[in-house]
Nanobody, 121 residues
């Protein structure tokens, strides 16, 4: 049974930082490109299976950093300079891809249940 479990959400003031984690189990993590989504499945960031390629939505470029540790079956999202408009439930997603990154909901195989990020002004 595949599970993607997000953690690290919470309440933070505008300008602050949070680090989200997505722990994967039940799949061969290194076979999957991964991504973070929010709100109505809006892409935030994506990363290739090996971590060598990344994608960011324009709204988060320069503020968020996606990374992964295949030895720990975990993906991360470092969020800096947070804004109230970043408030959302953040979901992680996995797509089996030999090449490329997750840049949309197309082809996503698995979803996590989400973690809430609230940014106060």
């Amino acid at each position: 049974q595949v599970q993607l479990v997000e953690s690290g959400g919470g309440l933070v003031q505008a300008g602050g930082s949070l680090r989200l984690s997505c722990a994967a189990s039940g799949l061969t993590f290194s076979n999957y490109a991964m991504g973070w989504f929010r709100k109505e499945r809006e892409i935030v960031a994506g990363i290739s299976w090996g971590g060598g390629a990344t994608y960011y939505a324009d709204s988060v470029k320069g503020r968020f950093t996606i990374s992964r540790d295949n030895a720990k079956n975990t993906m991360y999202l470092q969020m800096n300079s947070l804004k109230p408009e970043d408030t959302a439930v953040y979901y992680c997603a996995a797509r089996r891809l030999e090449r490329g990154v997750v840049a949309s909901t197309d082809g996503v195989d698995y979803w996590g249940k989400g973690t809430l990020v609230t940014v106060s002004s």
